[in-house]
């Protein structure tokens, strides 16, 4: 009788086991790596416990890295990341559509109150900070000033979008780029410019992820703010929910990389893939971890 029970428990635990598997998160470079690390962790540990499985997050040193891999098609599982990049993955590399913010993107450009009546073409002999090409910010100062012989300096020298806050009360920058989640927090400062609105932030799948992995982490995405317990991890995110994204939701964004370098006119269709297996030998369950590329 025992020898059973004990083949039986071992069965179970084999059986419970053995579809877990590592799978990557890739993010934006909106903070250093030791930084992004902390952000995220909450929710590496929070998808790891839904779905069985263990996720490692993605990152690079810049966005010139980031673009070189979305460019390559580097291996992500996962990704999250603004639209115009989950349009162009999705267009180039067949990704999947999962889920993404419930907030449309958007980007203010902020200033000290004594600068707001000069708006946008006072800041002509200023400098504006943003983040490097292609992140979104500096793609749509791009969008307001089209003209290089008369635009502000555009510093693109932040490590994280509040850096180029920092420089605005420093008084070493006229005015800073940054996403309304972030903009918000800082009612001291005042707009002179609010970009157009775009589908939020979203979470997109490689299409060699099992669709029932996909299936499972886009469940436990879409719960999160069910979970009070997890408020945090929202909140470090800059939304109040996740909800169902469709690639027809994000089509087109990918077009305001076109200026970008390096940016592929030709559209190839993307070529069927085999998915990962959605066995795998079993594995001890390992914690949630940052890997700086």
Same mark, same amino acid.
């Given at each position: ?9 071992? !069965? ?7 579809? %877990? ?22 929710? !590496? ?11 490692? !997050? ?22 999250? *990341? ?31 109150? *004594? ?12 400098? /504006? ?40 009360? %420093? ?10 989640? /972030? ?14 609105? #775009? ?21 436990? #995405? ?8 997890? /408020? ?62």
């Amino acid at each position: 009788m025992l020898p059973r029970l004990l083949l039986s428990v071992t !069965l179970s635990f084999c059986s419970a086991s053995a579809f %877990a598997a590592n799978y990557t998160l890739s993010v934006e470079p909106n903070y250093p790596a030791n930084q992004a690390q902390e952000i995220y962790k909450p929710l !590496l540990t929070y998808l790891s416990k839904s779905t069985g499985h263990t996720f490692t !997050l993605k990152t690079v040193n810049n966005y010139h890295a980031y673009w070189r891999d979305v460019l390559a098609n580097a291996p992500a599982d996962f990704t999250f *990341e603004e639209a115009h990049f989950a349009d162009f993955r999705m267009q180039r590399f067949g990704y999947v559509a999962m889920v993404r913010v419930a907030e449309p993107t958007q980007f203010s450009l902020l200033v000290s109150p *004594e600068n707001k009546g000069k708006g946008t073409q006072g800041l002509f002999s200023g400098t /504006i900070v943003s983040m490097p090409a292609p992140s979104l910010g500096y793609l749509f100062l791009g969008e307001l000033y089209p003209n290089p012989i008369a635009q502000p300096e555009i510093a693109s020298t932040a490590q994280t979008w509040k850096d180029g806050i920092d420089s605005v009360f %420093a008084q070493e920058a006229s005015g800073a780029i940054a996403p309304m989640y /972030i903009a918000q927090q800082y009612p001291n400062l005042e707009s002179v410019y609010l970009s157009r609105s #775009m589908p939020g932030r979203s979470m997109s799948a490689s299409r060699k992820v099992p669709a029932d992995v996909r299936t499972s982490v886009t469940n436990a #995405m879409l719960k999160l703010h069910k979970n009070a317990g997890l /408020i945090d991890v929202l909140t470090e995110l800059g939304t109040s929910q996740f909800i169902t994204n469709k690639a027809a939701d994000v089509y087109g964004n990918e077009r305001m990389l076109r200026r970008v370098f390096g940016y592929p006119k030709t559209l190839v269709k993307p070529k069927p893939v085999a998915a990962k297996p959605a066995v795998l030998p079993a594995t001890a369950a390992k914690p949630a971890t940052a890997v700086k590329k």
